[in-house]
């Protein structure tokens, strides 16, 4: 079965950086677009990251709010994608969900890492 | 970036009946390829999202013949049928087509 398992969440300051992985599992990894989508307490879904495959020459696209912040990355040796979330605000206190496009645009989803930024 | 309006925000239904959820985009989500990437998702409380309908019309797998999409251009429909329980939560439209990606905020279907 498809599995996608976040890790890495937890309480930093402002400023602090934070690097949340996902572990896939259940499908060929190196073939899937990986994405990173957050969702802030009782708000709606917001995109955060996509990076394509390595025939797409892992190409990373952002959304402006976290664009020169956030470094989205793979590892296809060890079905992994990450997110290295740098000079936080408190704004990007969210559940973040790793997606996955196994056969169409984020079709399979994982459980969520909790990341809150207070001081 | 492309705004996705979705309405109505909450959506009060009875067990049984039929929902509606409007998603309009400010501009064409028609790719130069030719596809359109308007896609619906259902968020269950407590739960992760999960894709329901993709490109407009197409039911993802396991997806009951209940739900069903349609629209083109910048006007998009999702349709329940026969709302049963398991139907309740929070309903986004996304648009893939250009970026960045962007969700509607959101229809709460709710029982009335």
């Known amino acids: 079965a498809v599995q996608l398992v976040e890790s890495g969440g937890g309480l930093v300051q402002p400023k602090e950086s934070l690097k949340i992985s996902c572990a896939a599992s259940?499908?060929?990894?190196?073939?899937?677009?990986m994405y990173w989508v957050r969702q802030a307490p009782g708000k709606g879904l917001e995109w955060v990251a996509r990076?394509?495959?390595?025939?797409?020459?892992?190409?990373?696209y952002y959304a402006d709010s976290v664009k020169g912040r956030f470094t989205i990355s793979r590892d296809d040796s060890k079905s992994m994608v990450y997110l290295q979330m740098d000079n936080l605000k408190t704004e990007d206190t969210a559940m973040y969900y790793c997606?996955?496009?196994?056969?169409?645009?984020?079709?399979?989803w994982g459980q969520g890492a909790s990341v809150t930024v207070s001081s | 970036d492309v705004v996705m309006t979705q309405t109505p925000v909450s959506l009060p239904v009875s067990l049984g009946g039929q929902a509606s959820i409007s998603c309009r985009s400010s501009?064409?989500?028609?790719?130069?390829?030719?596809?359109?990437?308007l896609h619906w998702y259902l968020q269950k409380p407590g739960q992760s999202p999960q894709l329901l309908i993709y490109?407009?019309?197409n039911r993802f797998s396991g997806v009951p013949d209940r739900f069903s999409g349609s629209g083109s251009g910048t006007d998009f429909t999702l349709k329940i049928s026969r709302v049963e329980p398991e139907d309740l939560g929070d309903y986004y439209c996304?648009?893939?087509?250009?970026?960045?990606?962007?969700f509607g905020a959101g229809t709460k279907l709710e029982l009335k």
């Open positions: 997606t996955a496009a196994i056969t169409t645009v984020m079709d399979a």
């Open positions: 259940g499908f060929t990894f190196s073939n899937a677009a």
């Open positions: 990076i394509r495959t390595k025939p797409n020459n892992y190409a990373t």
């Open positions: 501009q064409s989500l028609v790719h130069s390829n030719g596809n359109t990437y």
């Open positions: 490109r407009v019309s």
């Open positions: 996304l648009q893939s087509t250009h970026f960045p990606y962007t």
